[in-house]
């Protein structure tokens, strides 16, 4: 039956390009046992990785999350000219190898850079130290929350703010009395995507970071250290970490998708709020 | 209802300054930034030398290490990555924070003993066990059907060492000249699969990745992988002609004086020199300097016939980077064709 | 004076909610602080040595075979996940099975999961001796260091965004079209090349764009298993990391322009794409 062979060919497809890779984590990393691979996440340079890679991604999610509540209010509750405009715009970040995302602040904040001697001068470190990897993580997971909030705040439209303003209700009021409620479950998605590829970023903060170990490196960049020198298990023990939080980061999205279908990709609509009639 | 997210930002704040801002007085910090290999030697290297600052002066130090290719290395200390000593692959990579960077004097090299490198090593081959290719010597490696693994010469200072330990090698042969050398590197970089941007990387590559026959590594790289992954996976081969490595370190005065560690990154690495540190290196597969220590290890290293210095063979680095290395060098024409 | 007063009141717009100014002064000061003015950073300093230098970088052959080499594994890989994610969304959408529910939301782990934990699990299966490579190698099929293991990677990062834009156009297909259409006696494949994919053309080149958007500039899971030989399977960003490395600015900067260029390209088809798929909706 063709169904069947439908079915077979894309399980097997899914199988092999995703789950595999997946269990290779989790096989390797538990290959010298429960033992070597507990000593593994403690030790103290692996945990100096976890709180850094913390602590960027609570940087990052919240200077991410103004920025995406702001844009989308913007974006969402008003009429303007160049409207499209500025949404290609905040999905530039997209387009961007990680790369040249660290590369523009090293150009920009290295000590050859537009502010370098400003900088040296000052004593300021940015590249090369923690600013310099919350800078580039901001860059590269700038379009999360803005991308999830402008589509679900064009959907709701004004309907239910105009009413809160007529009863005389503030500007902040009506944010934090109607829309936010609102919005809620969407921001949950927002954060938790923004917050999974801010801790998982790896290029960008590659090329910021100096690599110096126990201050400068993140969880990913740790990874690829054990990496480097034979520690294969323990290497894929801290990535199972990091494939933990992807699950988690999953699961997560699967219960905000139940929760408000709209952010379902199924449910979404055209960004110009059409929609097909059923014959 | 603003209170929550203004307390929330200061306790960002906080937590983010107080994780950069210095420690107490009583502890010094210094930042190594070194090349791929030396990882496991600066180990345990610091916590000696840790001990000893401890009891000359009652201070206690903490030195963090940044380990990479060596020209990326030299690149990030260039934009800022604040060093206090760099302990390099080659001489090159330092003379660039002089030229480049202007944090260092043109003249750091005279500075310590020995051209400051207080341990030298060399290039040999790392084969599979049993040698099955029958690799020997250089010109085995540019035979149809081995695959050789070595990092790029344009990041990595081992690579460097590897490609003019070959061009040395070809250039003794009879009737060899410029040409005849570049015909052989040619064809032995056509047998590489894999190219690292360190020597770390590639020696991975060869060992837990299966890839290649031989590994043209460091020899204190090549004894640590037989030592960390199996004397019974691997045979160290000593070529007929190597280059004697001599891996330099340096202050970076720009970044101590700004620091105020200046006299304990000058001590750091004066007590390379010493017989301790000169004990340790011995022990990570370092050739020491130390005629005492070396004469005690002297069976652990394999003897190479001819060894040469980059300023002998091919007078020295600038001519060797400008002529091999740089844009349009000969490594580049290799591959360009 | 009343008379000016209502005047001007009627010439600006009357908006109901506050916050206007606000929000969107924010978000451009925003944007333009963390996006846009450190992009052009990239431009400023890769013209700053003059167009002649800038041309010279970009067209030196090492530079063009590392762009082919990631333009083309990206767009191989982008078609593969066309195909395959055709597949894959039409069974998620029109059958059901056990386990449906999870595979649906393993769809995202690429998503989710950092690029270098990626890369390595890949390596690790491909290699030689990897669970994959194994069984490959006696077949002559070598995958890591090559430009297939390329592919290989790139297919997992760009997958999800095939499917995740199929899905919702699939669902959303009128199920009677294509049963008015096998009454009038199509066939299977008939129904499929007349009726649906039409429909479903607009999707199809959005995923494939998306897909291929990601993959081009893709870095962390990609640079463990490429061979990094220049020439033949060295992608461009890591090209743009040796140069960096080399102190050659012009160049790294040189190439980030060509691929950023090009990325935006098809950054704005895509989204023109999308405007006109919105249009013709709207048509109907």
């Given amino acids: ?279 | 209802m603003r209170r929550p997210r203004t307390i929330l930002a200061a306790a960002l704040l906080a937590l983010g300054v107080g994780l950069i801002s210095p420690l107490p007085a009583a502890t010094v910090k210094l930042l190594n930034v070194s090349y791929d290999p030396t990882r496991e030697f600066y180990e345990e290297y610091n916590k000696a030398f840790a001990e000893h600052w401890h009891s000359k002066t009652g201070d206690t130090i903490i030195v963090n290490q940044s380990h990479g290719g060596s020209g990326k290395q030299a690149r990030s200390v260039i934009d800022g990555l604040e060093a206090d000593v760099v302990t390099l692959a080659l001489a090159y990579d330092i003379d660039a924070l002089a030229a480049q960077g202007g944090l260092i004097p043109a003249d750091w090299q005279q500075r310590l003993p020995n051209n400051s490198a207080p341990y030298t090593s060399t290039i040999v081959f790392l084969v599979r066990k049993g040698n099955p290719k029958k690799i020997h010597d250089w010109g085995d490696l540019a035979r149809p059907g081995v695959e050789v693994i070595t990092p790029s010469p344009k990041t990595s200072g081992g690579a460097r060492w590897n490609y003019l330990a070959a061009w040395a090698w070809a250039l003794r042969q009879p009737g060899a000249d410029a040409a005849t050398a570049e015909a052989f590197v040619k064809k032995l970089y056509h047998n590489v699969p894999v190219l690292d941007s360190g020597a770390r990387g590639a020696t991975v590559t060869f060992v837990q990745r299966g890839i290649g026959d031989a590994l043209l590594a460091w020899e204190n790289e090549a004894f640590l992988a037989v030592k960390e992954l199996g004397p019974d996976k691997f045979d160290i081969v000593a070529p007929s002609v190597s280059i004697v490595a001599e891996p330099p370190v340096s202050v970076v005065d720009q970044y101590v004086d700004e620091h105020g560690t200046r006299a304990v990154a000058e001590e750091y690495l004066k007590y390379l020199y010493s017989a301790q540190g000169q004990e340790i290196a011995a022990k990570h597969f370092y050739r020491p300097r130390d005629a005492a220590v070396a004469s005690r290890y002297a069976k652990q290293f394999q003897e190479i016939p001819l060894l040469l210095t980059v300023d002998a063979a091919f007078g020295g680095w600038s001519k060797a980077q400008a002529t091999h290395f740089a844009d349009h060098g000969t490594f580049d024409r290799i591959y360009g064709k | 004076m009343a008379s000016n007063a209502t005047a001007i009141k009627e010439r600006t717009p009357r908006r109901v909610l506050p916050g206007f100014g606000l929000t969107l002064g924010y978000t451009m000061v925003y944007l333009s602080l963390l996006v846009l003015i450190p992009l052009s950073a990239v431009f400023v300093r890769s013209f700053g040595s003059g167009w002649g230098h800038f041309w010279e970088v970009v067209t030196a052959p090492r530079v063009l075979a590392a762009l082919r080499l990631s333009f083309g594994a990206s767009l191989t890989a982008a078609l593969i996940n066309v195909g395959f994610g055709l597949i894959v969304a039409w069974v998620l959408v029109r059958y059901t099975f056990p386990l449906k529910r999870l595979v649906d939301a393993i769809i995202d782990l690429p998503f989710a999961l950092p690029t270098a934990v990626a890369g390595i699990a890949l390596t690790a299966l491909y290699a030689p001796n990897g669970w994959l490579g194994a069984w490959l190698a006696p077949l002559g099929l070598k995958v890591a260091f090559t430009p297939a293991g390329i592919v290989v990677a790139l297919i997992f990062v760009g997958l999800p965004f095939v499917v995740r834009t199929l899905q919702p156009v699939l669902d959303d297909l009128d199920q009677e079209v294509e049963q008015a259409a096998a009454t009038l006696g199509a066939s299977g494949r008939q129904v499929f090349a007349r009726v649906i994919l039409p429909a479903l053309w607009p999707a199809l080149l959005t995923g494939f764009a998306l897909a291929f958007a990601r993959a081009v500039g893709e870095y962390g899971s990609v640079i463990f298993i490429a061979g990094n030989m220049p020439m033949k399977s060295e992608i461009a960003p890591l090209l743009i990391v040796t140069k960096l490395e080399q102190y050659d600015y012009a160049g790294a900067t040189a190439i980030a322009v060509v691929m950023l260029v090009l990325s935006f390209g098809v950054m704005l088809g895509i989204n023109a794409l999308q405007n006109w798929t919105a249009t013709r909706h709207g048509e109907r």
């Fill in chain 1, 1 to 279: 039956m063709s169904r069947l062979l439908l079915i077979a060919t894309a399980l097997l497809f899914l199988g092999v390009f995703l789950l595999l890779p997946l269990l290779a984590v989790f096989v390797q990393a538990l290959a010298n046992g429960f033992g070597a691979y507990y000593v593994a996440v403690s030790e103290p340079m692996a945990w100096a990785a976890v709180k850094l890679t913390l602590l960027v991604a609570a940087i990052a999610v919240p200077l991410n999350l103004v920025f995406g509540v702001a844009a989308a209010w913007a974006i969402g509750k008003f009429e303007f000219r160049g409207k499209s405009a500025l949404i290609t715009l905040i999905d530039l970040p997209f387009a961007v190898s990680p790369v040249i995302a660290g590369m523009i602040f090293i150009l920009i904040f290295g000590a050859h850079g537009w502010f370098g001697g400003f900088l040296r001068a000052e004593h300021v470190r940015v590249v090369f130290a923690v600013p310099g990897i919350v800078l580039a993580t901001v860059f590269v997971t700038f379009p999360f929350i803005a991308r999830e909030l402008i589509p679900l705040m064009q959907a709701q439209g004004n309907a239910d703010e105009e009413i809160a303003r007529s009863l005389g209700a503030t500007g902040w009021q009506c944010f934090w009395r109607v829309t936010l409620p609102n919005i809620r479950w969407g921001l949950l998605y927002g954060v938790l995507l923004c917050n999974a590829r801010s801790m998982g970023e790896f290029g960008a903060v590659s090329v910021v970071s100096g690599h110096v170990r126990g201050l400068t490196n993140t969880m990913p960049l740790h990874v690829e250290i054990l990496y480097n020198e034979y520690n294969y298990t323990a290497a894929f023990a801290v990535a199972s970490l990091l494939a933990l939080l992807a699950l988690l980061t999953l699961a997560g999205k699967n219960v905000l998708e139940w929760r408000q279908p709209e952010l379902r990709p199924a449910a979404r609509r055209p960004r110009d709020g059409t929609r097909r009639e059923p014959a």
